[in-house]
Nanobody, 116 residues
Framework: QVQLVESGGGLVQPGGSLRLSCAGS?????IGWYRQAPGKQREMVAH???????QYAESVKGRFTFYNDNAKNTVALQMNSLKAEDTAVYYC?????????????WGQGTQVTVSS
């Protein structure tokens, strides 16, 4: 059974830092982090591309760093210099299944609130 469990969210002041972690189980390949702010669509924050490189949203480049530990099947997102506009629910995303029948899996989400 595929399961993704996130941790590390919370309340932080502008300019502060947080580190999110996600652990996967059940033959899932973790590929990245997404976020959804109130009233907005879910958007990619950082993910591993098919070619193996890491892609970041323009709004987080230079502030966020994505870590992928395939051996432990975990991913992390180090977030520095946080801004109010980073406030959102952050989701870990993974894929699992047979070739040609892959499907997406999501964690339960972890709230990040940036506020003074």
């Amino acid at each position: 059974q595929v399961q993704l469990v996130e941790s590390g969210g919370g309340l932080v002041q502008p300019g502060g830092s947080l580190r999110l972690s996600c652990a996967g189980s059940g033959s899932v390949y973790l590929i990245g982090w997404y976020r959804q702010a109130p009233g907005k669509q879910r958007e990619m924050v950082a993910h591993t591309t098919i070619g193996g490189s890491i892609q970041y949203a323009e709004s987080v480049k230079g502030r966020f760093t994505f870590y992928n530990d395939n051996a432990k099947n975990t991913v992390a997102l180090q977030m520095n210099s946080l801004k109010a506009e980073d406030t959102a629910v952050y989701y870990c995303k993974g894929v699992a299944g047979l070739p040609g029948k892959l499907r997406d899996y999501w964690g339960q989400g972890t709230q990040v609130t940036v506020s003074s």
